[in-house]
């Protein structure tokens, strides 16, 4: 592991393997909130945060509780599980100490527990044999690739509206088809190894 | 409950994928082959009828907090049957399939269902609701796994009928760019805009009659 490799996991987390432009994880909040541009940040933010806590903690329960004892096919039980304590905690330390961040994120802070990104980067992580650094490294990159689609998304959609299309396009089909045309363009990135 | 009613929401007036927007990421993901698709809609399909089922059963003895949490255990246990059992009796799929059969767990439609439905319903109902809410779900996926897989690469029933396929256009002429990511945010945008235009005009149609 080197600082190189590092750089290479968190190039591919956000342009190349973008989650959302080229694996579909985390479609479903992506789809659903990104009608306003600040509502996008801050979902996006929440996500890169409970990502990167999610993968440390996964990691370490994997490690240390399900190979130990010989579990691994609790796995998908025990990580869901993790994960909504996680964004549970989270959601009760943010309501006691920051009050309006915790008023910001509203609903869309306990929506993090069904986000596949979340699931699908603990469970990504483990695939790939991550160590410890590279699985936190891979959810906080992973994380930032969520909030650069929402946030580019969100101002596209919201220019949307001026647009001349046909009637029965309204709402998600013409998002479906610009968040297509953005996967288009992030196809650009796809062989790009600087520090590969 | 009205069972011939239940049958036409979930299929078309109130399809999981087309009008209430849930599960899209798995929609688009795996529906590069008719053989993913199959595979992934029966996959839902069995999991949501078995969790409807539980879920309607225990949701007088739930305590109303912890009620999500209960919903994901009993979600997450069936997904991991299915899960394993794919691993031993048909590991192609579990491979083409990969991580997204895990994800079935945090899979909108079932966590929705539970939440909208059974968490109100009894088990009869419930169960219904399950089995014609996941055909509506495998529907939508043969629509787009059948149209990306003909046009995107050019075949049919790739690992179904044979490992191949049946060549049905010639290797050269296939759009690619369907089977990619672009292709399946792009079908499925197209799919919900037909989906919205058949339902508006249906609408027109009968406040005409009725007005008349």
Redesign the interface.
Same mark, same amino acid.
């Given at each position: 592991m080197s600082i190189t490799s590092l750089l290479s996991i968190s190039m591919g987390a956000i342009l190349v393997n973008n989650f959302i432009?080229?694996?579909? %994880?985390?479609?479903?909040p992506f789809?659903g909130v990104s009608k306003k541009l600040d509502t996008a940040v801050g979902m996006g933010i929440a996500v890169t945060f409970v990502m990167g806590l999610a993968s440390a903690v996964t990691w370490i329960v994997n490690q240390f509780i399900l190979v130990r004892f010989d579990l691994l096919? $609790?796995?998908?039980?025990v990580f !869901?599980?993790v994960i909504?304590a996680l964004v549970q905690f989270i959601e009760m330390f943010l309501q006691k100490s920051m009050p309006s961040l915790y008023t910001a994120l509203g609903i869309y802070l306990?929506l993090i527990?069904?986000?596949?990104a979340?699931?699908?980067v603990a %469970?990504?992580n483990i695939?790939n044999n991550y160590s410890f650094i590279e699985s936190v490294v891979y959810g906080i990159t992973g994380g930032l690739g969520f909030l650069l689609a929402i946030v580019l998304f969100a101002a596209v959609r919201e220019r949307n509206v001026f647009a001349d299309y046909?009637?029965?396009?309204? =709402?998600?089909? !013409? #998002?479906? !088809?610009t #968040? =297509?045309?953005m996967? %288009?363009s992030f $196809?650009g990135f796809s062989g790009l190894s600087v520090w590969g | 409950m009205n069972i011939g009613k239940q049958f036409k929401e979930g299929l078309i007036t109130n399809n999981p994928v087309l009008v209430q927007v849930l599960g899209t990421c798995s929609t688009m993901a795996i529906t590069t082959s008719f053989f993913n698709g199959l595979g992934m809609g029966l996959s839902v399909l069995i999991i949501l009828t078995l969790s409807n089922i539980i879920i309607s059963a225990i949701r007088k003895i739930v305590p109303d907090k912890i009620r999500i949490a209960m919903f994901i255990v009993v979600i997450a246990c069936f997904v991991t049957c299915v899960d394993l059992l794919l691993q031993a009796f048909i590991p192609d799929l579990s491979k083409a399939l990969g991580v997204f059969l895990p994800l079935i767990v945090v899979n909108c439609i079932i966590l929705g269902r539970a939440e909208a439905f059974c968490y109100k319903n009894g088990v009869v109902a419930s169960t219904f609701d399950g089995i014609f809410q996941g055909l509506g779900y495998t529907a939508v996926l043969m629509v787009m796994s059948v149209f990306r897989e003909l046009f995107g690469s050019g075949t049919f029933g790739a690992g179904v009928i044979s490992p191949d396929g049946i060549r049905i256009i010639p290797e050269q002429f296939p759009a690619k760019l369907l089977t990619l990511p672009v292709g399946g945010f792009i079908c499925l945008g197209f799919l919900i805009a037909i989906m919205q235009w058949a339902l508006t005009k249906s609408k027109n149609k009968t406040e005409k009659e009725e007005s008349k």
């Open positions: 432009f080229s694996q579909f %994880l985390g479609c479903c789809l096919y $609790m796995q998908t039980v !869901i599980l909504a306990p527990t069904t986000n596949c979340v699931l699908g %469970l990504l695939q046909p009637k029965c396009f309204d =709402g998600f089909p !013409i #998002a479906l !088809i #968040a =297509g045309l996967a %288009l $196809m | -």
